[in-house]
């Protein structure tokens, strides 16, 4: 049980600033990671919904399975005091897209955020990729304004790095390779950790070589205040 004042009180922001684009991490609580995880391992396990929600065609990753997340998901309760994902979810774009105006914007800007709250986020698109040994995504951006890549599950492999270099990594990419600059913005996967980003920015994903699955979720975002 997790009520929404614990929700609020546990957001804490860490921001990645490597090369001018905003990134911003956070930690998903274990009751949304253990909630879907469960979600994801159902999906897995019956071959008629695994086919019923394959995402792959609408997606560059070479990897084992990329399944859509219905979104009744985004509406259910982990329990009866916890509020949805969907909830969390809108506090983290609320702290990015203010942050972001804060730092950034002009005077209408930050006017906007003194005087007004953000009224609502739009969800596009969502889904869980299981990525095993060998899987990949190459370079890619996604739609809407605001993206997010977390982690549910990562292998012993990734998380006792005993994987070559950045094997299984994320990595952001921005702008052309030039002395003195470094365009690349490597992260390595924890469970329960989630980046948000800008839906323009590029980024790739290495394959590992080590046993069990790297799950993770990926959505993209509207929002209006």
Not at 4 to 9: F, L, M, T
Not at 76 to 98: A, H, M
Not at 186 to 200: C, D, E, N, R, T
Request: aromatic share 12%.
């Amino acid at each position: 049980m997790t009520t929404k004042e614990e929700i609020n009180n546990s957001l804490k922001a860490k921001l990645h600033e490597p090369f001018g684009p905003m990134l911003m991490e956070f930690s998903i609580p274990n009751i949304y990671v253990n909630f879907l995880n469960r979600y994801g391992d159902k999906i897995s396990k019956s071959e008629n919904k695994s086919k019923k929600l394959d995402w792959s065609n609408n997606l560059i990753g070479n990897v084992k399975q990329e399944h859509k997340i219905e979104d009744s998901i985004w509406n259910e309760k982990p329990d009866k005091d916890t509020p949805n994902f969907l909830y969390w979810v809108g506090n983290c774009v609320n702290i990015y897209v203010k942050t972001y105006l804060s730092k950034y914007g002009d005077e209408v800007d930050k006017e906007l955020i003194r005087t007004k709250q953000m009224k609502k986020i739009e969800l596009l698109t969502s889904w869980l990729v299981n990525q095993i040994a060998g899987d990949f995504n190459p370079p890619h951006m996604h739609a809407g304004m605001v993206s997010a890549a977390g982690w549910l599950k990562v292998p012993e492999s990734i998380e006792k790095n005993e994987e070559r270099e950045e094997a299984g990594y994320i990595e952001w990419l921005f702008a052309d390779p030039h002395p003195f600059v470094n365009p690349k913005f490597s992260f390595k996967p924890q469970a329960g950790k989630i980046m948000l980003f800008p839906s323009w920015l590029q980024h790739q994903v290495y394959p590992f070589r080590g046993k069990g699955t790297r799950r993770s979720i990926s959505f993209n975002v509207n929002f209006k205040y």
